[in-house]
């Protein structure tokens, strides 16, 4: 646990969330979803919902992520599934997202389980 996760941060979920959309869209992200998590879960204030064009792709979206969130927020976030690339998961606690492979994130449908009714995002990319 970093001392910010411990603390009274000097930062909003907001601005931790308009910072990763920024990254996630520089890096050329595709199908970028946000999804308001307050007060339906204890976990996070938002989840962002993104995919990458290769294994690759995905790797480096996340990886600038995380730099960029430590750069800005000084925010040493944690990151599960880098080394196979389908599906990286980045947890900068406030805001946890998620980059997938277009066919992963088709299968796992992670929108449906928390879009209000379960629906899917008008904006398909």
Do not use: N
């Not at 979803?33 to 989840?47: H, K, Q």
Request: overall charge negative; some cysteine; aromatic content about 6%.
């Amino acid at each position: 646990m970093t001392a910010a996760a411990s603390e009274t941060p000097g930062f909003t979920s907001e601005e931790v969330l308009a910072a990763v959309i920024a990254s996630v869209e520089d890096d050329k992200a595709e199908e970028v979803v946000e999804i308001d998590m307050r007060g339906r879960s204890d976990v996070a204030d938002y989840m962002v919902i993104c995919s990458g064009r290769s294994s690759r792709q995905v790797g480096a979206i996340a990886e600038k992520l995380a730099d960029r969130v430590k750069q800005a927020f000084g925010i040493v976030a944690r990151m599960e599934g880098k080394e196979t690339g389908d599906w990286v998961l980045i947890d900068t606690g406030d805001v946890i997202v998620h980059v997938f492979r277009p066919e992963v994130r088709e299968f796992y449908q992670l929108e449906k389980m928390w879009l209000p009714g379960g629906g899917v995002p008008a904006a398909r990319g």
